[in-house]
Nanobody, 115 residues
């Protein structure tokens, strides 16, 4: 069974940085995709960034140039480096893994960006 555990959320001021980590355990088959979604207050969950097993990446327009996603296939971890944070980045960030035709989700980590 695939399990995902996020860490690294917290409170940061506008313009600051945070690095989210997600430890993935269980069998991950290639091809696969790891990534991050977020749910802002009063909004639907949305894709932030994803990285496939071939290292190709996708970013939401709102985070391009500020966020960087990466993965460590040895440690089975996916990272989200978030720079130049804005109040509108405040959200619960969820790690996900898509493998073998199924989606798996973490429980989320809260990121709060103060003005």
């Amino acid at each position: 069974q695939v399990q995902l555990v996020e860490s690294g959320g917290g409170l940061v001021q506008t313009g600051g940085s945070l690095r989210l980590s997600c430890a993935v355990s269980g069998k991950i088959f290639a091809p696969n995709s790891l990534g991050w979604h977020r749910q802002r207050p009063g909004k639907q969950r949305e894709l932030v960034a994803s990285v496939a097993s071939d290292e190709s990446t996708i970013y939401a327009d709102s985070v391009k140039g500020r966020f960087t996603i990466s993965r460590d296939n040895v440690k089975n971890t996916v990272f989200l480096q978030m720079n130049s944070l804005k109040p509108e980045d405040t959200a619960v960030y969820y790690c996900y893994a898509y493998t073998d035709g199924m989606e798996h989700w973490g429980k989320g980590t809260l990121v709060t960006v103060s003005r």
